[in-house]
């Protein structure tokens, strides 16, 4: 009797050995054979009152190893079930097939421009400087003759650091002026792109961040001449060997006399229209003849050296070029939008 039933367990242990499946169906019919809650292991583990005392150890250690051997077979089972799916995912694969679409990134509009102005400017003998982003008073306003008190501190509200009465983000790229005409010798000529704060409530036409390139030619005998030829150029650069500019009184505390620049770009279209409420002049950019107070606050003899200073924004100049109506799509960086922009260098 108790024979009969070791060979049973021993043919068992055969038959699960030799099992193979070919899905997940036939593997959890496996599962359900020899390791679920009937199996068919468990009615033998009822035969050990039927075993000789003597034997007892043996049929234990047999129906201990038959059981290891179902679940041994059963994660080797469900390796090769997945290792096939692999195979059919492998075979589906057509290795003849063109390849996708490569799409390739694209510049942001602000790097567009502002690559733009770089390439104008660097054509006739300017140099790209970058500094600072958090600087003190002295540099963004003292320097650029608006001392403490003065009103138009009160023009670009500033944001201080945490705690200081002193260091402040640049409200704009001229404090790059000062820290230029500190550390060189004239002849000095300079553009200084980078990015400005200013504490405004952002919406649709201004941003509490932007960026700027600012322009600075310092040398003997630099005159409003000087400055209007060169700010021609860039105009007919930028906008077209036709573009026209006119230049208006205007007031910076650092330079003296002031200006901004319109360029021309006539009522006769729809864009042109809106971009100039009517009136067929875009204003640009604001510039100047440097304030013989800033030379001497830097350092450099107002006696001998004279010298015109610009500044612009590259989100205004963007939204421009492009037509974008909003500032803060310009942020937002929606790829869907920033990609849409193409650049020619
Ligand atoms: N810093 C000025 C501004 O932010 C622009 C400017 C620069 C004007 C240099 C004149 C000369 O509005």
């Given amino acids: 009797m108790s024979e009969a039933i070791f060979s049973k367990a021993k043919e068992m242990k055969e ?6 499946v070919s899905n997940e169906q036939e593997l959890e019919s496996f599962r359900i054979q020899y390791l679920g809650t009937k199996n068919q292991i468990k009615p033998l583990f009822a035969e050990m009152r039927n075993i000789s005392n003597e ?30 799916a692999n195979e059919g995912q492998a075979a589906d694969l057509d290795l003849t097939a063109p390849p996708g679409e490569i799409v390739l990134g694209s510049r942001h509009p602000v790097s567009i421009v502002l690559n733009r102005f ?30 403490e008190d003065h009103p138009a501190r009160d023009m670009q509200d500033t944001f201080y650091l945490k705690d200081s009465t002193t260091d402040l983000l640049r409200t704009h790229t001229s404090s790059v002026q000062a820290r230029v005409m500190t550390s060189q010798k004239p002849p000095i000529r300079i553009i200084a792109p980078g990015r400005v704060y200013r504490n405004e409530t952002i919406s649709a036409r201004s941003h ?53 620049m319109d360029v021309w770009l006539g009522t006769e279209t729809e864009n042109a229209r809106k971009l100039t409420k009517g009136t067929g002049w875009l204003e640009v950019l604001g510039c100047g003849m440097v304030d013989p107070n800033v030379l001497e606050n830097c350092g450099i003899d107002s006696k001998k ?3 015109f200073a610009f500044g612009i924004g590259i989100e205004r100049s963007a939204m421009q070029k492009y037509g974008i109506s909003d500032i803060r799509m310009i942020f937002e960086n929606d790829i869907r939008f920033i990609s849409q922009f193409k650049s020619e260098i």
């Fill in 305 to 307: 050296y004279s010298g």
């Fill in 118 to 147: 770089i390439k104008i400017f660097t054509k006739i003998g300017f140099t790209v400087v970058e500094d600072r982003e958090v600087e003190d008073d002295w540099h963004n306003f003292t320097a650029m003759n608006t001392p």
């Fill in 55 to 84: 034997r007892k150890k043996e049929f234990g250690q047999l129906l201990n190893d038959l059981k290891q051997t179902a679940e041994h077979k059963f994660e080797e089972l469900k390796g090769s079930v997945s290792g096939s």
């Fill in 208 to 260: 509490c961040q932007f960026h700027q390139v600012e322009g600075l030619y310092v040398d003997e005998n630099v005159s409003f001449a000087d400055m209007k030829q060169t700010l021609d150029y860039f105009a007919k650069e930028m906008y077209g060997p036709e573009t026209k500019i006119r230049l208006r009184p205007s007031f910076f505390p650092f330079t003296e006399p002031s200006a901004e």
């Fill in 15 to 20: 038959e699960i050995l030799a099992q193979l």
